[in-house]
T-cell receptor, first 112, second 108 residues
């Protein structure tokens, strides 16, 4: 699914850094998602935005801060991460509940 | 929450062989998707199939919603089919729950 674009593809950051992951879709979808995937595990839901409002936060630590500036963009701000936060971060979008999710290619994050 | 079980967890096939992957789920669903995650981590939509049967080339899928299972058929497998196949379901909310996946290795 290349209609959801994520940048950067790879990111290496130290534990004191602040960085952001970006996601963009132009399919007119009104729901956007962040998933985290550790090696050899399935993706796990972190956040859902519906109509630009945060509707689901799956008890994610505050060092992860999502932002939805408009219906096409979704950011994930990272601060004071731990090495165990190293993972593949996937963004997805859908028309709404019950509609299929379309995933981006992910950002592979390494925290040193 | 809804439980999703996939079987088998691992599968090794000779190129050209056929296979069936299974997904069982514990509650009624309004969304069921099959994904293929390639070795580079890309999660590719295969089917959106909350019920019924669909076909796309060598792949087909069937979901029997009343019996809470879905099957993914791969025919004439190719080495490019290798990767992890995930079944994911949703039961009314925005949350899509993934099974643990089936790791498929197709050998020449």
């Amino acid at each position: 699914d290349t209609e959801v674009t994520q940048t950067p593809k790879h990111l290496v950051m130290g534990m004191t850094n602040k960085k952001s992951l970006k996601c963009e879709q132009h399919m007119g979808h009104r729901a956007m998602y962040w998933y985290k995937q550790k090696a050899k595990k399935p993706p796990e839901l972190m956040f859902v935005y519906s109509y630009e409002k945060l509707s689901i936060n799956e008890s994610v630590p505050s060092r992860f801060s999502p932002e939805c500036p408009n219906s096409s963009l979704l950011n994930l701000h990272l601060h004071a991460l731990q090495p165990e936060d190293s993972a593949l971060y996937l963004c997805a979008s859908s028309q709404g509940p019950g509609s299929p999710l379309h995933f981006g290619n992910g950002t592979r994050l390494t925290v040193t | 929450g809804i439980q999703v079980e996939q079987s088998p967890p691992d599968l090794i096939l000779q190129e050209g062989a056929n296979s069936t992957l299974r997904c069982n789920f514990s509650d009624s669903v309004n969304n069921l998707q099959w994904f293929h995650q390639n070795p580079w981590g890309q999660l590719i939509n295969l089917f959106y199939i909350p019920s019924g049967t669909k076909q796309n080339g060598r792949l087909s899928a069937t979901t029997v919603a009343t019996e809470r299972y879905s099957l993914l058929y791969i025919s004439s497998s190719q080495t490019t089919d290798s990767g992890v196949y995930f079944c994911a379901v949703r039961a009314g909310s925005y949350q899509l729950t993934f099974g643990k996946g089936t790791k498929l290795s197709v050998i020449p």
